[in-house]
């Protein structure tokens, strides 16, 4: 006490004043996130680094903050795992999955009831990749919802509408000059051929190295690059073949053509928010805010919000607002 | 993928499962770093005894040098996109240009910081200036000289990794592979011998500069 009395009258009394206008500003700091908490729960939402996560994140992102929510964004987070392992561990609450990409790469499963990586080739059945594209959807969706449920206590929202399958692209003149529409058609010319992917698809099991088995595929040379070089290098003529996504508003821009997966490797990729289960129990109309978007969004719209961003150089929120305008929903 | 999985050490027994690949991800490596010092030797040793003789020089070179010192690598990938392309190319020009600073500055200060006395005697004793520079200040330098190669390489050991970006190989392939999937011994598998080449020539450099400076100042 007496100390604390020392200390205060050396302070004088300006020092004073400043003690007590310092410990009130403490106290109301201290009360301030609780009385917003009473307003509307905080949900972060995440994204992965390329252009399309942006945009959704931004669409659940400007939603929720419609609906009252205080939205705190880490888009661009980092590649699946890093973002999925945020989500696990508390750091989003939310962000948009892709049904293929949870089934293959974060539950390490195999697609059900299709030719998958391990499969051998098999040219005399391409009926069976039929299902791969529709009846399997689903199935995916089911598996996924489940697993991430009791694995990670991880809800699947309602898909969003788009599916944003993995696929090759080439230059429209050089696809020609060969003749090439489909994936096997590459078979006897990939060796003159060079392939330029992201560093994840070309790890990633239902990527390059799932691929190359199930066509039997080997290209003269295989380089790693960040998502946004592989369309640049493509375009320049430094690789002839990229990984791509479909709906990636560049593939009509730079006049690139996509390969149809007429073996039916890669599993759809169906986009959905993943919510944590504890942000639901808390707050269950957070479902609801979501899934306004249930439907809404087909393969051609994605690509072209995309192409917004990437082609028009507009930004993320900009293209998802005006999106979301025009649907009514804000 | 195994998320966050995966005992660290397996990244060992990733190396040996995939040794031609580590074998190419590590000549690759090598020769960025080893090329991109040698042009940066190259360019930079004329500039710095250019600017040890003519004044005006010395402040202007410095800023540019010191400029490409601080523009972010990445960038410079992306900006030398256009012109040189993806791969090595593009890898080893921006990994030049960061080498050429520390090399520059330390063989200029070298040269300057060469005792008045000593430039008195040699030239009293009647050198001319390519005798003064080569016989005396050049050599004198050496240790200070040898530092910043030693500094330029250690530093572009690290910043090569920088090339798995633009599809320059290197083992920062594996890193960026490792990072994209969560796979620690991926990530480890190109991490650490990283950080073994960065060491393995810090150590060896110390001896090579031992050899080759002039047994008058060891």
Redesign the interface.
């Known amino acids: 006490m007496t100390a604390l009395h020392r200390t205060m009258r050396h302070l004088g009394r300006h020092g004073r004043a400043l003690l007590v206008l310092t410990s009130v500003v403490a106290m109301m700091a201290a009360v301030a996130p609780a009385s917003q908490a009473q307003d509307g729960t905080t949900v972060t939402v995440g994204s992965k680094d390329f252009t399309e996560q942006v945009v959704v994140g931004e669409l659940l992102s400007l939603l929720l903050e419609d609906a009252g929510y205080t939205v705190e964004r880490q888009l661009n987070l980092?590649?699946?795992?890093?973002v999925?392992?945020a989500l696990?561990s508390g750091e989003i609450d939310t962000y948009v999955e892709y049904t293929g990409t949870g089934l293959l790469?974060?539950l390490?499963m195999q697609i059900p009831a299709t030719p998958m990586a391990g499969a051998t080739p098999d040219m005399a059945s391409p009926s069976a990749a039929t299902p791969a594209a529709s009846g399997g959807t689903d199935a995916v969706y089911e598996i996924v919802s489940q697993e991430y449920q009791s694995q990670f206590g991880i809800q699947w929202l309602d898909p969003l509408g788009f599916n944003n399958t993995y696929t090759l692209a080439m230059r429209q003149e050089q696809a020609q000059e060969l003749g090439i529409t489909k994936i096997s058609d590459l078979v006897g010319v990939a060796g003159d051929l060079r392939f330029?992917a992201?560093?994840?698809f070309?790890?990633?099991?239902d990527g390059l190295p799932g691929l190359t088995q199930t066509y039997g595929l080997e290209f003269a040379e295989s380089?790693?690059?960040?998502p946004g070089?592989t369309y640049?290098?493509l375009d320049?003529e430094?690789?002839d073949v990229i990984s791509a996504f479909a709906t990636d508003g560049r593939i009509p821009a730079l006049g690139l053509v996509t390969l149809e997966d007429d073996l039916g490797f890669f599993p759809p990729y169906f986009a959905a928010p993943v919510v944590r289960q504890e942000l639901l129990d808390q707050d269950p109309q957070v479902r609801e805010v979501l899934n306004q978007l249930a439907g809404l969004i087909d393969d051609q719209t994605m690509a072209d919000l995309n192409a917004q961003v990437d082609s028009e150089g507009e930004e993320a929120e900009d293209v998802a607002r005006a999106f979301l305008e025009e649907q009514g929903l804000l | 993928m195994r998320i966050g999985g995966g005992d660290p050490l397996e990244f060992i027994d990733y190396i040996r499962e995939n040794q031609d690949v580590f074998l190419r991800l590590l000549s690759e490596h090598v020769q960025l770093t080893l090329l991109s010092v040698l042009i940066g030797i190259a360019i930079a040793l004329p500039l710095a005894v250019l600017a040890s003789r003519i004044d005006l020089l010395a402040k202007p070179l410095t800023w540019v040098a010191a400029i490409g010192q601080t523009v972010p690598s990445l960038a410079v990938l992306a900006l030398m996109l256009p012109f040189l392309g993806i791969g090595f190319r593009p890898s080893l020009f921006a990994l030049t240009i960061r080498a050429i600073l520390p090399i520059f500055l330390n063989a200029y200060v070298g040269i300057r910081s060469t005792d008045r006395a000593v430039v008195d005697a040699a030239q009293g004793m009647g050198t001319n200036g390519a005798q003064l520079l080569l016989m005396v200040e050049l050599p004198l330098a050496t240790p200070v000289i040898f530092a910043g190669i030693q500094t330029a390489t250690v530093q572009n050991i690290g910043l090569a990794t920088l090339a798995a970006y633009i599809g320059g190989g290197g083992l920062g392939d594996w890193i960026l592979q490792g990072l994209a999937m969560v796979d620690y011994p991926v990530l480890l598998a190109g991490a650490v011998p990283v950080a073994l080449l960065a060491i393995t020539a810090e150590v060896t450099m110390g001896g090579v500069r031992r050899l080759v400076v002039p047994e008058g100042i060891r």
Request: proline share 3%; aromatic share 0%; no cysteine.
């Open positions: 980092g590649g699946t795992a890093i999925h392992q696990v790469a974060i390490n330029g992201t560093q994840e070309l790890t990633r099991p380089q790693g690059m960040d070089i640049q290098a320049t430094e690789v």
